[in-house]
């Protein structure tokens, strides 16, 4: 606006000067010296030709004056304006450049250049997301190789072994197809847990949400897992409301506290407890459980979520789990709209699910 006004301003300023000098009869003797100056005619042949032709054709001079300026005055807003279309231009070349470089428009484009700039930072970290989604499908694929291939190699030896002795007593026969059914049953387990999470993933698990007593629940569920926890001498302990309530699906919470619980009994000291906690606020019902264990730094509690991740680091599927345990807990918890996540500190590991109270 600034330099459109400023344009019309000396767009006006010339045409009073051409007035002045034409319409007032004031720059006769400045045509005369020009025509003197740069031409071979005399003074009284320039005085003739100034007389006859620019007085005597001053409207159409005037005219034609008036009708520069407006071609000038447009040439420069349309030099402007095909300006800033080649500074967006400019700018797309640079939304497009791989690299993480702010754009820089001029000023009178600084909206153009937020949204530019907006639009980067979306494609970038679209960028990185889907290369980690794609480093996460590559292992997934690598992981699945190996946890499958560990029981499945299991399965086929004992089979085989079976096979090439037919004469091989009862009592062995009986002990070698229990070993390979164990193992066949591992490898199920491990397959519905792989085809689980994808479900998740999916948005494909509907839940059935009810009124559920997480007291009782919690009650019912660390008895039944007590063969998990006997082998290291684990105990469990609860803290928290006996009337405490939340609505949830409770299949799906089963799922959620076993898998923390079992997480914890393979992770804690021999002989500690394994103690749960609960507290509620008008919004949310929190619950705690802390197992006494090593320390897990910071850096690796972020990714105690991950798919297929073990912090032990030994893919060994017959004395460690999928690394989904975990992921599949997260995942029915966003289901619900809470969230979870895990703390580490005094040689203890705390994991607390938040579940809104009503949903």
Not at 70 to 92: A, D, M, P, S
Not at 241 to 247: G, K, M, Q
Not at 293 to 312: C, M, N, Q, T, V
Request: charge should be negative.
């Amino acid at each position: 606006m600034e330099r459109f006004c400023g344009n019309a301003l000396l767009s006006v300023a010339a045409v009073i000067l051409l007035y002045l000098f034409l319409w007032k009869q004031r720059g006769g003797n400045l045509v005369i010296t020009l025509l003197v100056t740069f031409t071979t005619l005399e003074y009284e042949q320039a005085f003739y030709i100034y007389h006859n032709y620019f007085r005597g054709y001053k409207e159409i001079f005037f005219a034609a004056a008036i009708i520069l300026i407006f071609v000038v005055l447009l040439w420069r807003l349309f030099r402007w304006i095909t300006r800033y279309f080649k500074e967006v231009n400019q700018g797309i070349d640079a939304l497009l450049a791989e690299d993480t470089a702010q754009i820089h428009l001029s000023a009178e484009m600084l909206p153009f250049e937020k949204k530019l700039n907006a639009v980067k930072q979306t494609l970038t970290r679209q960028k990185q997301e889907t290369a980690l989604a794609e480093q996460r499908k590559d292992e997934l694929v690598m992981y699945l190789a190996h946890d499958i291939r560990t029981p499945l190699t299991s399965v086929i030896g004992y089979l085989n072994l079976l096979d090439e002795d037919p004469d091989m007593s009862a009592a062995e026969r009986a002990k070698n197809v229990h070993i390979t059914l164990d193992k066949a049953y591992r490898l199920e387990e491990m397959i519905n847990e792989f085809f689980e999470i994808t479900r998740y993933n999916s948005r494909q698990i509907q839940l059935a949400k009810e009124p559920v007593d997480l007291y009782y629940l919690l009650v019912q569920l660390s008895d039944e897992l007590s063969p998990v926890f006997a082998p290291h001498g684990n105990s469990v302990v609860l803290n928290m409301d006996e009337n405490l309530t939340v609505r949830a699906d409770p299949d799906k919470l089963v799922r959620v506290f076993g898998n923390i619980l079992r997480n914890a009994a393979a992770y804690s000291d021999p002989e500690t407890e394994i103690t749960i906690s609960a507290e509620e606020t008008a919004e949310q019902v929190r619950v705690s459980f802390q197992n006494q264990g090593d320390h897990i730094p910071a850096e690796k509690l972020s990714l105690l979520f991950d798919k297929f991740y073990r912090l032990d680091k030994a893919r060994v599927s017959d004395t460690g789990g999928t690394g989904l345990g975990l992921a599949i807990a997260k995942e029915i918890i966003l289901l619900h709209g809470g969230s979870i996540h895990a703390e580490s500190g005094g040689h203890s590991v705390t994991i607390t699910v938040c579940l809104p109270r009503t949903a």
